[in-house]
Every structure is written in C-alpha cells, then in structure tokens.
C-alpha cells in the first residue's frame, strides 16, 4: 500500500486518470478537479480498464480501493494533499496558473508534481513561492500498468522533494527514474522522438506504410527493447567480446547516412492525411477501447514473463506485489 493517504489530481484526461486509478488502487484517496463536462464520465471510462487490468495482473492480495471525489475548483481538491499531480495541458502558462491556484490552498508541505512530457522544471517553477517542492515525475500510459516514472528536478526542487517522491511512487509499485540533470522531454521521449521522427520520414517517402513500421517493431526489436533496453541488447549482439566488440563492428556505421534524424518532414496536411489514412486501414475497424484493452491484455502477458524470469519491468512487479502482501500479513 502507499506511505500516502490522500492526493489531489489536477487534470482529469488520459494520464491524470490513469494516476488516479494507480492512486486509488493503492488505497490512496484522491479528489479530482478538472473543469471539463464530461470529465466524470472520462475518468470512469479509465478507471473501468484499470480495474480490470489489475485483476489480471496482480496475484497478491490487494489493497482496499481508495476513495474517489470530484471537486468544483483547485481550492476544494488540494487542502490535506500530501501529493499534488497536476495533468493539465502542456502550455507553461496554463501550468504557472495552476501552480498559483495551488499554492494558495495546499499544506506547506505538500510535493506538487508535474506530469509534463517535456517542459522543463525550472519554467515550471520559476514564478512560485515555494519552487522547492515543485518536480516533474513523467509517467507513461497506461500510467495503472507501466511501472516507469522520470522524475526530473529544477534548479530550485530541494533533494528532500526527490527524495520523498521516490518513496511515494515506489510504495505504489512504480519505478522511479530520476533525470539527475535537467533537459527538455527528459530520457524517454528523447528516444521516442527519434524513432517517430525516423517513422515519419519512412512513410512520407513511401518506404514503409503505417503497418509496416508498427510491424517492425512489433515482430522485431519492440522485443529485445522491452526486456533488455538499448544498451544490454547490443552487448549481446557484440557476442562474448560484449560492446566494446559491438561498437568496433557498428561503429563506422553511425557516418553512413542511413537516418534523417536531423531533418524534420514538413508537417502539412498532405502528410497528415497519409499518416491518418493508413492508420485508419490499418486499425480503424476497432474502437479506441477495444484497442486499450488488447495493448493492457499484451502488457500484463508481458509484464507476467518478465515477473517469472525476475527480469526489468517484471521486478517492479514483483517487488510491488511482494509489498502488498506483507501490508496483508500486517492487517
């Protein structure tokens, strides 16, 4: 179960939902303030793929499901918060303005978290009263299922701030990353940019359709990465000589102009209506939700191999469902 009790959400889309059914599956209560109309109707759609995601995944007892209120404003949801996530749109003057309203009404002591793909802390921060307590922790979606955090200080969080986040996010079965030096977009996104901007590229020229550079990954290294990451999975390609083997073969390589990763396609409405053309043939005949479903049902296989092999995101798992039976032991 979490160290934590109560949080607030700020943003009730897609990664604010998915913090919240983390959150409450972990016994933590959490008010949601998010100023859309149908943002009720949004979160429970969420909340309704997390609870069945978990009764999959989880084989440990788990925790007693933590309460759920939505509030009018930032000022009802934030007071008594120990964690403050804000999700909220990815504009820094939407953010600063939150941030206001927050600190106007949270406990002194209380961690505001961000969860921005790629602005960074130190403009988040820069028009606080108290910057200290203001970091970024990136979660990826489904936030319920992958376990990966970054968390990424600026130049004002205090180390107390890190420090306590990474409590938080482990005691709730994540894996918390910390980014020890600032940059935009972090680690993650940097190295999912690459790859959409090469994948970009490959359709627009009309090497590869949509499918074809899904299926590359999907059949191919989506594989590797996922259990070994970048790094150990060419180690092994170097063979018993390992990467010092590996860098000495396919280093020269790196001259070749074999990627456009410097060149950006031109975003027009042309590429546009291929991109979305092709994705629509190739998935179109199934919704949104049928989608989530299948992509939660193929993470908790994969995540249920990694766990039995003690392996990368499967010992997150494994740590997390061995902490949820020791706080069952101790009710």
Request: with cysteine.
């Amino acid at each position: 179960m979490s160290i934590i009790k109560y949080a607030a959400v700020i943003g009730g889309g897609v990664i604010g939902a998915g913090w919240v059914s983390r959150l409450i599956e972990n016994g933590v209560d959490v008010a949601i303030y998010d100023p859309a109309e149908d943002a009720m109707e949004k979160v429970e759609a969420v909340l309704k793929n997390s609870r069945y995601a978990y009764g999959k995944l989880i084989s440990a007892p788990r925790a007693k499901e933590g309460s759920i209120s939505f509030k009018d404003s930032i000022a009802a949801a934030v007071p008594g918060a120990e964690l403050i996530i804000e999700s909220v749109p990815e504009r820094l003057d939407i953010k600063q303005s939150v941030y206001a309203e927050i600190e106007q009404s949270a406990d002194t002591d209380a961690i505001i978290a961000s969860s921005t793909s790629g602005i960074m802390p130190s403009d988040l921060q820069a028009k606080m009263s108290n910057p200290e307590r203001l970091l970024v922790a990136h979660p990826f979606n489904p936030v319920y299922l992958l376990p990966l955090v970054e968390l990424v200080g600026g130049k004002s969080t205090s180390m107390d701030t890190i420090n306590r986040a990474r409590e938080i996010y482990t005691s709730v079965g994540m894996h918390p990353l910390h980014v020890k030096k600032e940059i935009e977009a972090f680690i993650a996104d940097r190295l999912l940019e690459a790859i959409w901007r090469e994948s970009l590229w490959l359709v627009k020229d009309g090497i590869a359709t949509t499918q074809d550079v899904d299926d590359a990954v999907r059949f191919g290294f989506g594989l590797r990465y996922a259990q070994m990451g970048v790094f150990d999975t060419y180690r092994v390609a170097g063979g018993e000589a390992g990467m010092r083997h590996f860098m000495a073969q396919f280093g020269p390589c790196l001259k070749w102009p074999w990627t456009r990763l410097m060149d950006v396609p031109e975003f027009t409405d042309e590429l546009v209506d291929l991109i979305a053309g092709q994705s629509d043939e190739q998935s179109g005949h199934m919704t949104i939700r049928e989608m989530e479903r299948i992509r939660d049902d193929n993470l908790i296989a994969i995540l249920h191999g990694l766990k039995g092999n003690d392996w990368g995101a499967g010992q997150a798992l494994g740590k997390y469902e061995s902490h949820l039976l020791e706080a069952a032991n101790d009710d």
